[in-house]
């Protein structure tokens, strides 16, 4: 969708830790009301609520203990990771049709202490859903790292690389990031190459450094019209393009069958309509918010969003030819399903980034990819 009539007016979140000694309903309930102070809203004004297939926390709930009042709008997206930025696409799309006119959308878990993702399959009931499972699984591919080392291994053989001169320069990158970003897990504690090189195998070729960590917290948006964003307290954070994708035969992670496997097509469904709607391309980015669960996948969304091209992308990162994941990303600042990202595109379009872009007007965020996935361009209102 190209809106331009629809705004991120507020931002909020909690603390990010490993053991947070609470519900993920009080997290989302202390991320939602944090947003709406942000906004200067209070939660009387809020009519839509938009989260995750896989949050834990009812939107009517989450409504009743913020003390909201009548909802006439509310949604859920699925797949994971891949659901964040179409989260704010189902919001934006909610105002610009009138079904509402402030919508919070929000992710709340105890992804440490509570329920792992990283930990793969367990049990699992016979579904549609879990079929493509059912091929992988037998031969020891149960995590989600087991299944990315999958095309890790292959974009290393074609392009000729190592894993530390692929991946080393993501991680490294995302962590210097961190290191001075106060609200980061990861704050001051920078890594080198040879630390990335040194860390434990996960699933070769993916060592511990190339996978994004486990975090409790909570992270909550408020979406407007953007007229009404412009009466707000805080400079409004347009949403210019906004879009889902899934490619043709598209699986969780596991489509090994798919021709490529050095390449995201479900990215590239993403990054056609987001260039076109928006009449923008990856020279008009002033910073780059990449869905990094892993490093690996880093490296093939640049090249699905047309930044460099096939094989390039290491290269591009390790020469800083963009501003990358900013707040430390999700390998060091939190892993809250991409929602955190959205915040700091937010920030840098406010100008209030802890590692501010000078003159940053134009973010394109993405979400979760190796999955149905989605984004988001972001810009500067005027």
């Not at 996960?202 to 409790?216: S, V, Y």
Request: contains cysteine; glycine residues 12%.
């Amino acid at each position: 969708m190209s809106a331009r009539v629809a705004a991120i007016a507020g931002i909020g979140a909690t603390e990010f830790s490993k053991d947070s000694g609470r519900s993920e309903l009080r997290l989302a309930v202390e991320a939602v009301r944090a947003a709406l102070d942000d906004a200067g809203l209070t939660p009387a004004d809020v009519d839509g609520m938009v989260t995750f297939t896989m949050d834990t926390n009812p939107e009517i709930t989450v409504a009743q203990a913020c003390g909201m009042g009548e909802l006439s709008f509310f949604s859920r997206v699925h797949y994971g990771g891949g659901a964040a930025c179409a989260t704010v696409q189902q919001a934006a799309l909610a105002v610009a049709a009138g079904a509402a006119e402030v919508v919070v959308c929000y992710r709340a878990f105890n992804e440490r202490s509570g329920r792992r993702f990283g930990s793969g399959v367990r049990h699992r009931e016979p579904s549609a859903e879990g079929v493509a499972l059912g091929w992988v699984m037998p031969y020891g591919l149960l995590t989600p790292a087991s299944w990315v080392a999958m095309a890790a291994q292959r974009y290393l053989h074609t392009y000729g690389l190592t894993p530390q001169e692929a991946f080393g320069p993501v991680a490294v990158t995302a962590r210097r990031h961190a290191a001075t970003n106060p609200a980061a897990y990861f704050h001051g504690r920078p890594i080198t190459l040879a630390d990335h090189a040194a860390s434990r195998w996960i699933a070769e070729p993916l060592r511990l450094l190339d996978c994004c960590q486990e975090t409790d917290g909570g992270q909550a948006l408020v979406v407007t019209t953007l007229e009404r964003a412009r009466d707000l307290p805080r400079p409004p954070a347009v949403v210019t393009a906004a879009a889902q994708g899934a490619g043709r035969g598209q699986e969780q992670m596991t489509g090994f069958h798919r021709g490529d496997l050095t390449a995201l097509r479900e990215s590239a469904v993403v990054a056609r309509q987001l260039w076109r709607t928006s009449g923008l391309g990856p020279a008009d980015i002033d910073v780059g918010i990449v869905y990094d669960h892993f490093t690996p996948f880093v490296l093939m969304q640049l090249e699905a969003y047309g930044f460099c091209g096939p094989g390039e992308a290491a290269g591009f990162v390790a020469a800083d030819r963009l501003p990358l994941n900013t707040h430390g990303g999700q390998l060091g600042e939190a892993y809250l399903h991409g929602m955190n990202g959205i915040a700091e595109a937010v920030r840098q379009v406010r100008g209030t980034s802890p590692n501010q872009v000078p003159g940053a007007a134009r973010a394109l965020v993405t979400a979760g990819t190796g999955v149905p996935t989605s984004g988001l361009v972001l810009t500067a209102d005027g």
